[in-house]
């Protein structure tokens, strides 16, 4: 390599230290806003909402080196944990993903790729057998001069943002968006590649059957692939794009923006339904599924023979036996010998009031 060129990536390469890399801070899909993994604050927050993008430990907004493509770190950035939630979209839609900002210096492809779940749903399952396969993919833009335009260029146009459209025709499901961008400012030398991988958990829609084969996260790439080991201040006619063939079928999307009209939230509990009742219902469902017709319903207290039910508010004692809810009726002869014990009362207060006047 020239000096002079050793001497500029030198240059860029020390104000990529300094740049201010990105995150995807939102997902828009059909007009409805779902937040990204907030790297700058989630972390430090101690009770971080549930949202569809995956977690990240890269608070520094760092990368993944080549050195790492063989470790988990590469599959959806580093440290990266399952979403807790995911957002629905029919195949065929696009959604819209928003990054906060990108470096004008880092040059490099921008590449999606889809991996099922599988029926666990993507909250649980375990990213190392995910098995990823490329949906849409842009390079080159322009190879006359240097440095080269590349598709990060189309990505600043667009106000940060990409489009990604599911293809029509793929088999609904449980599935992770792993969206990229490949930093070249500095793969001009081994190991110099800079890698961006964004996560998003989804449940695709409709009535398609194609279900592609994938790879594996960490068998996607090599240091030594052209795409990666690649030198972007050199005028070229043609840029390999890393990873896997485009799958057969499958188109980029022409690009665009996308309006915001309202703002959604992660839909927890994507994986099956339950198949049995539980013993004891509680009438709600913390994961979110629906109840099933043979969770039975308690509509009121069943009543018993022992427990009598007080009906009037204006009863002084609730009766704990049935005998002491009837109580005879007076009779006529105890009604005469009250009146007659009366009267004798008053009489003996007469006779008594005459004797104390004497």
Known sequence: MPST????????????????????????????????????NFPYNANPPTVIGWSSEATDLGFVAPDAFQDPDIICHRGSQNAGGYAEIAAGDSLFVQWNTWPESHKGPIIDYLANCGDEGCASVDKNTLEFFKIGEA??????????????????????????TIPADLAPGNYVLRHEIIALHSAGELNGAQNYPQCFSLKVTGSGDVQPEGVLGTKLYTAEDEGIHFNVYSPVDSYPIPGPALFSGFSPVEQATSAIDSSGTATVGDGPAPTAAPAEPTGGND?????TSEAPVVTEAPATTEAP?????????????????????PTQDTCALKKRSKKARRHARKNGKVARRV
């Open 139 to 164: 390079g080159l833009v322009d190879g006359s001069s240097a440095p080269l335009t590349m598709a990060d260029s189309i990505l600043d146009s667009n106000g940060f943002g990409w489009m990604v």
């Open 5 to 40: 060129t050793r001497t500029l990536v030198s240059a860029l390469a020390g104000a990529a230290g300094v740049a201010a890399h990105g995150y995807v801070q939102n997902v828009v899909i059909n007009g409805v806003s779902y937040s990204g993994y907030d790297v700058t």
């Open 309 to 329: 039910v007080v009906t009037s508010a204006s009863a002084t004692a609730a009766p704990t036996t049935t005998e002491e809810v009837a109580q005879p009726e």
């Open 287 to 291: 994961d979110g599924a629906a109840t």
